[in-house]
């Protein structure tokens, strides 16, 4: 009995992958391919919630962050769905949070 969808064991990786079409073509791609599609909305909600934050002053430092998301989507793949998961709601979370408070302080977002 699955967890939710297709995640059958929180404590797996996400069975899913890009280079696949999420399991729609019948080809096993090796192990370092394998970015399911909890990682890539946890890739997202980071790449969102970090444009609800101040710029950095330093462009370096701002380019850094730009591709943290993508950096670490990449890293945490292999990861247990459970955990990508929990940072992908957390994430979600976070930005409602930002938001309401952005909102209350009228802090123009986005």
Known sequence: MPFYGWIHDLSDRDPTSVFNVFGLLP???????????????????MFI??????????PIQAKIFMFFPVFLTVILAPFPAGL?????????????????VQRKMTIKTI
Do not use: H, R
Request: charged letters at 5%; glycine letters at 4%; a negative charge.
């Open 27 to 45: 080809w096993d791609p090796p192990s370092f391919l394998l970015i399911g599609a909890w990682p890539i909305i946890m890739g997202i909600t």
């Open 84 to 100: 990508v998961i929990y940072w992908s709601f957390n994430n979600i979370f976070t930005m409602i949070q930002q938001y309401i």
């Open 49 to 58: 919630q970090q444009k609800l934050n101040p710029t950095p002053p330093d």
